[in-house]
């Protein structure tokens, strides 16, 4: 779509006839050369004169016309708007954080084909499912196991979200769990975060035995950030010892920050899971929407230039046509470069 950011520059258009109204030419009726014979002259020469004028005056007019416009529609500043370019504006950071620690390698999950897998790669199927419906969110990952490690940072890329998950594996991160230090790597991420909403998703199988820091503790000082997480326990509830899930512990993160705490004991709950905090964290897109924009004011301006250069072309064309016009009977020869009479002494 073709547009003027000045267009108020087309008031301009009539000025030259303006000015040429209000300030008219001053005209000075005077002889250019004084001879008793004049009367014969002028009738002789008539004809002469009338051609001597370099260039005619309405191809002249003209090219005035053409110049001055191309100018003011310059000076207009057109320009070619192009189809909307949209663009959507992440909303929400989610970040999600996977226990590595060894007891995921437990093969107590079933996959779609009904086969034994560890829970490792239950969550991986789960999660690059979650994953793929989070689309205008920026997603990051953190696993863990006896320290966090950051896998994958913010982004809206989610297919490297998905390709670094599945490129995890049982124990990379150590045996243990560190829990509480990995909610805290999360809220540092957080720091530079400037979404409204942050949303962190921690997902373990164990209770925390590693961290400097418990997690209900990383879980007070992430609320105070306005970080909201959801707890994600997997695995079987009647398991004993280091490997036993502290669901005491995992509640009072959820709770601490407005979120909620889930377990699943096989791989349709897991699902089921991931279903309802899709629910959950709805996903808001602002779409950024702008049209981009070319200027076009030098294509005028090139008429205008191969207008002016026409114009002189045609009068050094006519000039070499007519030069020196033809000397009359009465010795007057009119000068082609001046329009005026010279007497020739014969």
């Known amino acids: 779509m073709l547009t003027f950011m000045m267009a108020w520059a ?5 000025l030259p006839w303006m000015l040429r109204w209000l300030l008219p030419p001053a005209v000075r009726d005077q002889p250019a050369v004084q001879v008793p014979f004049g009367d014969r002259l002028q009738t002789a020469s008539k004809g002469n004169l009338a051609n001597a004028v370099l260039p005619k005056r309405d191809l002249k007019h003209l090219f005035f016309i053409l110049v001055w416009g191309s100018v003011v529609v310059a000076l207009a500043r057109p320009q070619w708007i192009e189809p909307p370019v949209t663009k959507d ?15 995921m390698q437990e093969e107590d999950f079933t996959n779609e084909a009904g086969e034994k897998v560890d829970r490792l790669s239950a969550v991986k199927d789960v999660v690059g499912d979650f994953l793929a419906n989070r689309k205008g969110d920026r997603v990051g990952l953190v696993v863990f196991g006896d320290a ?28 243990q769990t560190a829990l509480g230090d990995a909610i805290g790597l999360g809220i540092s991420l957080f720091e530079n975060s400037d979404a409204p909403t942050k949303t962190l998703i921690a997902l373990t199988d164990g209770n925390d035995t590693k961290s400097q820091v418990p997690p209900v503790e990383a879980a007070r000082i992430a609320q105070q950030r306005d970080i909201r997480i959801y707890t994600v326990a997997i695995g079987d509830a009647e398991t004993v010892g280091e490997d036993k899930i502290d669901e005491i512990s995992l509640r009072e993160v959820a709770e601490e920050t407005d979120g909620k705490f889930f377990f699943a004991a096989d791989r349709a709950e897991l699902k089921n899971i991931y279903a309802e905090l899709d629910k ?22 090139a008429f205008a230039l191969l207008c002016s250069a026409l114009d002189k072309g045609f009068v050094v064309l006519r000039s070499r046509r007519v030069h020196a016009v033809s000397t009359d009977t009465a010795g007057v020869r009119v000068l082609a470069s001046t329009g005026k009479l010279e007497v020739i002494q014969r």
């Open 10 to 14: 087309f008031v301009l258009l009539p």
């Open 89 to 103: 504006k992440p909303t929400r950071d989610l970040l999600l954080l996977v226990d590595l620690s060894g007891s």
């Open 148 to 175: 966090p490690f950051l896998q994958a940072p913010f982004s809206t890329d989610l297919d490297i979200a998905k390709r670094l998950l599945n490129e995890t594996a049982v124990g990379m991160a150590g045996p």
């Open 280 to 301: 959950l964290e709805t996903k808001k897109v602002d779409v950024v929407s702008f049209r981009p924009r070319r200027d076009l004011y030098f294509w005028p301006l």
